[in-house]
């Protein structure tokens, strides 16, 4: 089953037993950013010197990202020159997560509930129904930050991308971030991908950077 980066950073983000979302606000921002990298390493739109660009509308067969694809192409088309990716990011962050998280109880990955909280106050959660997606994702991150193997696109991809939201809790909860960050940051900085990929994966470091400060300060 192949998932995408939105989808990734939904699954290291939800509590297994309860389902709620960790850290949900620099989350948001990173499912986001995902879904955007995801369309750019699927060559439907383009990011450059922060700004974002649709290439090509035609559909990558996967709702997640046509829906995104969409929605940024319509958004676009109207302004006068290519939008900041940050500027689509803020606009998108919240809706993106609650897309990721529909996506995975879609695939049987997580279940739904709908819970009252003091009587009123609707609450979903998504508890995990199927850990064997999330322990394999887990393992590859193990694999590349702990242990040093070569990362590979998707892998060096999902690495920027927790990196710049500043969520390695999310991906390494039993470790601080001082034991992580540096390979992380060493991952995102490396050569060992083409140029078109090391473009892509920059950039949305930089928007999940961005962000994160904004995050921070909020």
Known sequence: ???????????????????????RQACQWAVAGGIVLELV????????????????????????????????DAWAAGKRRPP?????????????????LESLAERGLVGREQRTVLGMFPVRRFPETDGTVERALRARLEDVVLRGAEPD????????????????RLAFPDLPRREVAPRMREISEGQWAGASVRKAIREMEAAMTAVALVTMRS
């Open 1 to 23: 089953m192949t998932v995408t980066f939105g989808e990734e950073i939904t699954l290291l983000s939800l509590d297994d037993q309860s389902g709620a979302v960790r850290e």
């Open 41 to 72: 390493l699927a060559g439907r739109v383009t990011v450059d010197d922060g700004r974002i660009t649709v290439a090509d509308t035609a559909p990558t067969g996967v709702r997640l990202l046509d829906d995104r694809l969409g929605m940024i």
């Open 84 to 100: 900041k990716v940050t500027e689509w990011l803020t606009k998108d962050k919240g809706k993106a997560l609650d897309a990721a």
């Open 153 to 168: 696109d998707r892998s060096a991809g999902l690495v920027a991308l927790l990196h710049g939201a500043k969520l390695h």
